[in-house]
């Protein structure tokens, strides 16, 4: 689920007290299931995990279902690549997993959850091809979205989708944006093949954007990027009140360490309620096209680095800051796009000489 194996409640998901509990996960396209290992709660309450069931469905037809009989151990592990634990005729291809609960009152807690599988490459060849309109050279990855999927069109990063969810795009198209309406909803590229370093070199990100949340004085993560073995150890785009603000933090001296904090932050409450396009060049920042005057702060500051390498749209941490709006089109490069490219992008009409 999250990584956390330990005995800390904070990485424990659990239901109230309710018929029929389920928990599952979207896996962003369908693949070939071959092992599942459960993890159940260590500290306690282990019983209310008996006689659970385990579904796998392959775009929404159910391919395998699995009943557990009695109690469980910590780890429960179902293998579906030599003889079948149920009725499931093999291969088992899915692209979600369901866990629940039969019965009334029942309290679902599942301390880790591990799907192991390799890609169906049928249905990866399905994905659509490159819009006309997205710039080609030195493209490190581009997302549309649709049926809230994560899948890079590179067929390179794909986001896993931890609680997001589906909503009409800018165009009224089904099922083509991705919506967070809260913690802890998000979605994350663990250690993508990328890595680029904002200050250092040239890069850009560009992405379509809906903001519909409360403004709050705390910082809320809309994009991140972390990697404990660059220069740039964090790159965030966050919203702080009715500011949307690019974040950089990275190592300028090793011993002993210290970091350069480099922010730069422009007002985007007349854009609350409504799509707008987000181009991030370096440090600074396009608005539908437009670039925005804005100011680079700075400062030395202490840090912690990041142990993960990973790429997360939404807030993944545990606070009480929650990303709450939609997300479309996302695309990275590893250059700055010039002016045409970004207005393209943008959907703004130009002559063309």
């Known amino acids: 689920v ?130 006309d309109f997205v710039p080609r050279t030195n493209l490190l990855g581009w997302w549309n979205f649709d049926k809230g999927l994560g899948m890079d069109t590179l067929q390179q990063n794909n986001f896993l989708s931890f609680g997001a969810g589906v909503i009409p795009d800018r165009h009224a198209n089904q099922q083509a944006a991705i919506s967070f309406t809260g913690y802890p909803q998000y979605m994350q590229i663990p250690n993508p093949t990328f890595t ?59 011993d002993p360490p210290t970091f350069l904090h480099s922010s730069t932050c422009l007002d985007i409450d007349q854009y609350r309620g409504q799509w707008f396009h987000l181009t991030v060049l370096g440090l600074a920042l396009y608005i539908n096209g437009n670039i925005q005057e804005s100011t680079v702060l700075q400062r030395i500051r202490t840090y912690i680095v990041p142990n993960h390498h990973t790429f997360t749209i939404g807030d993944a941490d545990y606070t009480d800051n929650h990303f709450v709006g939609y997300v479309d089109d996302l695309g990275i490069w590893k250059r700055y796009l010039s002016d045409e490219e970004i207005l393209d992008l943008a959907e703004i009409e130009q002559e063309r000489v």
């Open 2 to 131: 999250n990584g956390e194996r330990g005995e800390n409640i904070d990485g424990i998901t659990h239901t109230d007290g309710e018929v029929n509990p389920w928990w599952k996960v979207h896996l962003q396209a369908s693949y070939k299931i071959e092992n599942i290992t459960i993890t159940h709660r260590l500290d306690c309450c282990r019983e209310r995990s008996e006689n659970f069931v385990l579904e796998i469905f392959n775009n929404g037809e159910l391919t395998c279902h699995y009943r557990h009989n009695g109690h469980v151990t910590t780890n429960t592990d179902i293998r579906f690549h030599d003889e079948p634990k149920s009725s499931c005729p093999l291969p088992v291809f899915g692209t979600e997993v369901m866990i629940r609960l039969v019965g009334e009152k029942k309290i679902l807690s599942l301390q880790e959850v591990d799907v192991l599988g390799v890609p169906n490459r049928n249905e990866f060849s399905k994905e659509p091809s490159l819009p």
């Open 196 to 254: 680029f370093e904002p200050t250092r070199s040239d890069f850009t990100i560009a992405l379509w954007f809906y903001m519909n949340d409360i403004p709050h004085e705390h910082p809320t993560k809309i994009l991140s990027f972390e990697n404990p073995n660059t220069i740039v150890k964090e790159w965030n785009i966050v919203k702080v009140g009715e500011k949307i603000c690019v974040d950089v933090i990275s190592l300028i001296n090793g």
